[in-house]
């Protein structure tokens, strides 16, 4: 049974930074890509960013591009995510998002494993 658990989040002032953590496990190989959407009440779904653990090619949505990095670590099947220079329209709950698939398939959301979610609040 896959399970992904992730950790991190909280509330920061605009301009700081948060990393979220994403700890994936029941895979049977590194043959899939994991990483963030994130939701605010309201509005659909959208995909942050998200690495290949096999090949670690990584996407970015251009709303984070240069302020987000997506890292891997193989060995301990962990992602993590570090937010930099963070904005009020940063604020959602982060959905740590995996499934056997490619980056354009993880775009289109063909996804069937999901974290618990986590709440990242930027204040102005």
């Known amino acids: 049974e896959v399970q992904l658990v992730q950790s991190g989040g909280g509330l920061v002032q605009a301009g700081g930074s948060l990393r979220l953590s994403c700890a994936a496990s029941g895979f049977n190989h590194d043959d899939y890509t994991i990483g963030w959407f994130r939701q605010i009440p309201g509005k659909e779904r959208e995909g942050v960013s998200c690495?290949?653990?096999?090949?670690?090619?990584?996407y970015y949505d251009d709303s984070v591009k240069g302020r987000f990095t997506i890292s891997r670590d193989n060995a301990k099947n962990t992602i993590y995510l570090l937010m930099n220079n963070l904005r009020p329209e940063d604020t959602a709950v982060y959905y740590c998002a995996a499934d056997v698939t490619t980056i354009t398939g993880w775009i289109n959301q063909f996804i069937g494993y999901w974290g618990q979610g986590t709440e990242v609040t930027v204040s102005s």
């Open positions: 690495i290949s653990m096999s090949d670690g090619v990584k």
